[in-house]
């Protein structure tokens, strides 16, 4: 049996190209970014996903990202969008320095956040049972994929509490819930020509399920 893990909504079929002896960064402007990001805090998944369509799908992963670190610059008040296009300092700006140390923004890259809340919350689903991926539209952010709507699967393993990230990047209550890893059979989700003995295992939040 061929399987694909597909985390928070993201799947690829066929084979994954990878680039030999790959440098982390391959510009040095990159780890930068990802620097100033991490130093900062400012990381929103709901300002990326502004970026139109025809600009972001021509623009590297990191580029992205400088465009949302430069937007969220803007809202937090640090610089104004004239100090950035100009690469100065406007006279008229009130001076705002984070309290970070140059040893805390060393170390805030390389700490991993913990996600997993430490809560007791009843779960709704157990292993082994069916569930079918609710029929849902958002207009904003989710991180459940369109292909699983409506589609049935099985419940292989709970993951634990995490937050509901549809909420989480619209700044709204966290509501925490139990991740649930599902299988979902490729006939299931593409139909009788996908392969019969190929299946994809997805993590899926509570509120994107329902019984089946």
Avoid: C
């Avoid at 996903?49 to 972001?56: F, G, K, L, N």
């Avoid at 539209?137 to 699967?153: E, I, K, L």
């Avoid at 989700?189 to 019984?211: Q, R, T, V």
């Amino acid at each position: 049996m061929n399987t694909i893990h597909d985390m928070g909504g993201m799947a690829g079929l066929g084979d994954l190209e990878y680039e030999r002896n790959e440098p982390v960064f391959h510009e040095e402007w990159e780890g930068r970014v990802l620097g100033m990001i991490s130093a900062l805090g400012l990381f929103r998944r709901t300002e990326l996903e502004s970026i139109p369509a025809a600009a972001y799908l021509n623009m590297s992963y990191y580029e992205r990202w400088l465009i949302m670190l430069e937007n969220l610059l803007v809202v937090s008040g640090y610089v104004t969008r004239d100090e950035i296009d100009s690469g100065e300092m406007s006279a008229s700006s009130n001076r705002r320095t984070p309290e970070l140390t140059p040893e805390e923004a060393a170390r805030r890259p390389f700490v991993l956040r913990r996600s997993e809340r430490d809560i007791e919350i009843s779960p709704r689903f157990a292993v082994g049972d069916a569930v079918r991926g609710r029929n849902m539209n958002p207009t904003t952010h989710t991180r459940m994929p369109r292909y699983t709507r409506g589609r049935m699967g099985f419940v292989e393993r709970d993951r634990g509490v995490f937050d509901l990230p549809d909420n989480t990047e619209l700044g709204l209550d966290p509501k925490p819930q139990h991740v649930y890893l599902v299988r979902f059979s490729a006939q299931e989700l593409w139909g009788e020509d996908a392969p019969a003995g190929d299946s994809l295992y997805i993590d899926l939040w509570e509120d994107y399920l329902e019984p089946a």
